[in-house]
Protein backbone atom coordinates (compact mmCIF):
# COMPACT_ATOMS: atom_id res chain seq x y z
CA UNK A 1 0.00 0.00 0.00
CA UNK A 2 3.11 2.19 0.82
CA UNK A 3 4.37 1.35 -2.58
CA UNK A 4 1.03 2.11 -4.37
CA UNK A 5 1.41 5.68 -2.12
CA UNK A 6 4.60 6.51 -3.13
CA UNK A 7 3.75 5.42 -6.79
CA UNK A 8 0.63 7.87 -6.99
CA UNK A 9 2.67 10.96 -5.31
CA UNK A 10 5.45 10.70 -7.78
CA UNK A 11 3.07 10.78 -10.36
CA UNK A 12 1.35 13.85 -8.91
CA UNK A 13 4.24 15.66 -8.51
CA UNK A 14 5.62 14.71 -11.88
CA UNK A 15 1.62 15.98 -13.18
CA UNK A 16 2.06 18.92 -11.02
CA UNK A 17 5.56 19.86 -12.82
CA UNK A 18 4.03 19.81 -16.05
CA UNK A 19 0.79 22.33 -15.40
CA UNK A 20 1.16 25.72 -15.36
CA UNK A 21 -2.24 26.10 -13.48
CA UNK A 22 -1.64 23.05 -11.17
CA UNK A 23 -5.00 22.04 -12.40
CA UNK A 24 -3.77 19.14 -13.45
CA UNK A 25 -2.33 18.00 -10.00
CA UNK A 26 -5.36 18.99 -8.13
CA UNK A 27 -7.16 16.34 -10.63
CA UNK A 28 -4.68 13.77 -9.75
CA UNK A 29 -5.36 14.53 -6.25
CA UNK A 30 -8.77 14.23 -5.79
CA UNK A 31 -8.92 11.15 -8.03
CA UNK A 32 -6.63 9.59 -5.35
CA UNK A 33 -7.66 10.43 -2.36
CA UNK A 34 -11.59 9.51 -3.90
CA UNK A 35 -10.00 6.28 -4.35
CA UNK A 36 -8.18 5.85 -1.18
CA UNK A 37 -11.35 6.85 0.70
CA UNK A 38 -13.69 4.75 -1.11
CA UNK A 39 -11.50 1.71 -0.26
CA UNK A 40 -11.43 2.55 3.38
CA UNK A 41 -15.10 3.27 3.89
CA UNK A 42 -15.58 -0.50 2.03
CA UNK A 43 -13.33 -2.20 4.66
CA UNK A 44 -14.66 -0.02 7.53
CA UNK A 45 -18.36 -0.36 5.52
CA UNK A 46 -17.77 -3.86 5.80
CA UNK A 47 -16.83 -4.21 8.95
CA UNK A 48 -19.88 -2.16 10.87
CA UNK A 49 -22.65 -4.32 8.76
CA UNK A 50 -20.60 -7.56 10.09
CA UNK A 51 -21.06 -6.06 13.83
CA UNK A 52 -24.54 -4.95 13.18
CA UNK A 53 -26.63 -5.49 16.61
CA UNK A 54 -30.20 -5.87 14.68
CA UNK A 55 -30.15 -8.46 11.74
CA UNK A 56 -33.63 -7.53 11.05
CA UNK A 57 -34.55 -6.31 7.75
CA UNK A 58 -33.95 -7.05 4.03
CA UNK A 59 -30.90 -7.37 2.51
CA UNK A 60 -29.78 -7.18 -1.16
CA UNK A 61 -32.49 -7.42 -3.78
CA UNK A 62 -36.71 -7.97 -2.81
CA UNK A 63 -37.31 -11.49 -2.30
CA UNK A 64 -39.74 -12.32 -5.60
CA UNK A 65 -42.58 -14.20 -4.34
CA UNK A 66 -43.54 -15.75 -7.20
CA UNK A 67 -40.08 -17.84 -7.18
CA UNK A 68 -41.10 -21.21 -5.71
CA UNK A 69 -40.55 -21.84 -1.75
CA UNK A 70 -39.38 -25.05 -0.79
CA UNK A 71 -39.11 -26.07 2.92
CA UNK A 72 -36.02 -27.16 3.98
CA UNK A 73 -36.69 -30.49 4.71
CA UNK A 74 -37.91 -30.73 0.92
CA UNK A 75 -34.75 -29.31 -0.52
CA UNK A 76 -32.40 -31.80 1.26
CA UNK A 77 -34.93 -34.61 1.00
CA UNK A 78 -33.31 -34.75 -3.19
CA UNK A 79 -30.99 -31.84 -3.35
CA UNK A 80 -30.11 -32.65 -7.01
CA UNK A 81 -33.32 -32.55 -8.47
CA UNK A 82 -33.45 -28.76 -7.60
CA UNK A 83 -29.82 -27.72 -9.21
CA UNK A 84 -30.00 -25.08 -11.38
CA UNK A 85 -33.23 -23.83 -10.11
CA UNK A 86 -34.40 -20.93 -8.23
CA UNK A 87 -35.98 -20.95 -5.15
CA UNK A 88 -36.80 -19.55 -1.82
CA UNK A 89 -36.23 -21.38 1.20
CA UNK A 90 -36.83 -20.25 4.83
CA UNK A 91 -35.05 -21.40 8.54
CA UNK A 92 -32.97 -20.77 11.25
CA UNK A 93 -30.03 -18.76 10.46
CA UNK A 94 -27.28 -21.64 12.16
CA UNK A 95 -23.64 -20.08 11.31
CA UNK A 96 -22.33 -16.49 10.09
CA UNK A 97 -19.13 -16.41 7.94
CA UNK A 98 -17.29 -14.65 11.12
CA UNK A 99 -14.88 -13.49 7.96
CA UNK A 100 -16.91 -11.40 5.60
CA UNK A 101 -20.99 -12.63 6.30
CA UNK A 102 -20.19 -13.74 3.20
CA UNK A 103 -23.00 -16.39 3.97
CA UNK A 104 -25.45 -17.73 6.46
CA UNK A 105 -26.36 -21.57 7.30
CA UNK A 106 -29.69 -21.95 7.43
CA UNK A 107 -31.39 -25.39 9.26
CA UNK A 108 -31.37 -26.96 12.49
CA UNK A 109 -28.70 -29.68 13.78
CA UNK A 110 -29.83 -32.55 11.15
CA UNK A 111 -29.88 -30.39 8.04
CA UNK A 112 -28.43 -27.57 7.37
CA UNK A 113 -27.76 -25.93 3.68
CA UNK A 114 -25.42 -22.92 2.51
CA UNK A 115 -26.94 -19.55 1.28
CA UNK A 116 -23.62 -17.74 -0.32
CA UNK A 117 -23.82 -14.25 -1.71
CA UNK A 118 -20.89 -12.32 -3.81
CA UNK A 119 -18.36 -11.41 -1.00
CA UNK A 120 -18.49 -7.78 -0.13
CA UNK A 121 -22.21 -7.28 -1.73
CA UNK A 122 -24.42 -8.16 1.10
CA UNK A 123 -22.88 -8.62 4.50
CA UNK A 124 -24.74 -10.76 7.38
CA UNK A 125 -23.98 -9.47 10.71
CA UNK A 126 -23.12 -12.02 13.36
CA UNK A 127 -25.91 -11.48 15.13
CA UNK A 128 -28.55 -13.07 12.25
CA UNK A 129 -27.37 -16.53 14.37
CA UNK A 130 -30.25 -17.69 15.83
CA UNK A 131 -32.93 -15.46 13.84
CA UNK A 132 -35.40 -16.68 11.24
CA UNK A 133 -34.34 -15.62 7.46
CA UNK A 134 -35.64 -16.83 3.92
CA UNK A 135 -32.94 -16.63 0.85
CA UNK A 136 -33.93 -16.86 -2.53
CA UNK A 137 -31.31 -18.03 -4.98
CA UNK A 138 -30.16 -20.84 -7.20
CA UNK A 139 -29.36 -24.56 -6.24
CA UNK A 140 -25.93 -25.35 -6.79
CA UNK A 141 -23.77 -28.72 -6.13
CA UNK A 142 -19.80 -28.81 -5.17
CA UNK A 143 -18.47 -31.69 -5.53
CA UNK A 144 -14.90 -31.82 -3.54
CA UNK A 145 -12.54 -34.83 -3.97
CA UNK A 146 -11.01 -36.07 -0.65
CA UNK A 147 -8.39 -33.32 -0.74
CA UNK A 148 -10.58 -30.27 -1.83
CA UNK A 149 -12.51 -31.69 1.37
CA UNK A 150 -10.12 -31.54 4.30
CA UNK A 151 -9.22 -28.01 2.98
CA UNK A 152 -12.49 -26.59 3.23
CA UNK A 153 -13.49 -28.41 6.41
CA UNK A 154 -10.29 -26.97 7.95
CA UNK A 155 -11.26 -23.30 6.26
CA UNK A 156 -14.27 -23.85 8.13
CA UNK A 157 -13.20 -24.55 11.48
CA UNK A 158 -10.35 -21.63 11.06
CA UNK A 159 -12.99 -19.55 10.19
CA UNK A 160 -15.41 -20.08 13.41
CA UNK A 161 -12.09 -20.29 15.94
CA UNK A 162 -12.15 -24.41 16.07
CA UNK A 163 -9.52 -26.76 16.32
CA UNK A 164 -9.39 -28.98 12.92
CA UNK A 165 -9.10 -32.80 12.90
CA UNK A 166 -7.77 -34.06 9.72
CA UNK A 167 -8.38 -37.88 10.61
CA UNK A 168 -12.39 -37.04 11.14
CA UNK A 169 -12.89 -37.02 7.14
CA UNK A 170 -12.11 -39.16 4.50
CA UNK A 171 -13.21 -39.50 1.39
CA UNK A 172 -14.98 -36.84 -1.21
CA UNK A 173 -17.61 -34.36 0.25
CA UNK A 174 -20.48 -33.03 -1.59
CA UNK A 175 -22.05 -29.59 -0.83
CA UNK A 176 -25.19 -28.12 -1.40
CA UNK A 177 -25.41 -24.36 -1.83
CA UNK A 178 -27.94 -21.25 -2.41
CA UNK A 179 -26.16 -18.78 -4.14
CA UNK A 180 -27.91 -15.37 -4.53
CA UNK A 181 -28.72 -11.79 -4.12
CA UNK A 182 -31.53 -11.51 -2.03
CA UNK A 183 -32.77 -12.14 1.83
CA UNK A 184 -34.42 -11.43 4.53
CA UNK A 185 -34.25 -12.10 8.55
CA UNK A 186 -36.67 -11.36 10.94
CA UNK A 187 -36.69 -11.07 14.75
Known amino acids: MKVLLMVLMLALVAACAKSESGEVAETEKAKTEKMEGMHHQAGDDEAERLAKADPEGAYGEALNMETPEVTLAVLMEDPGAYVGQKVRVSGT ?95
Open 93 to 187: VQEVCQERGCWIELGDENQKVRYKVKDGEIVFPLSAKGHMATVEGVVKRIDLNEKQARNYLEHMAEEQGQAFDSTAHSGPMTIWQVAGGAAEIKG
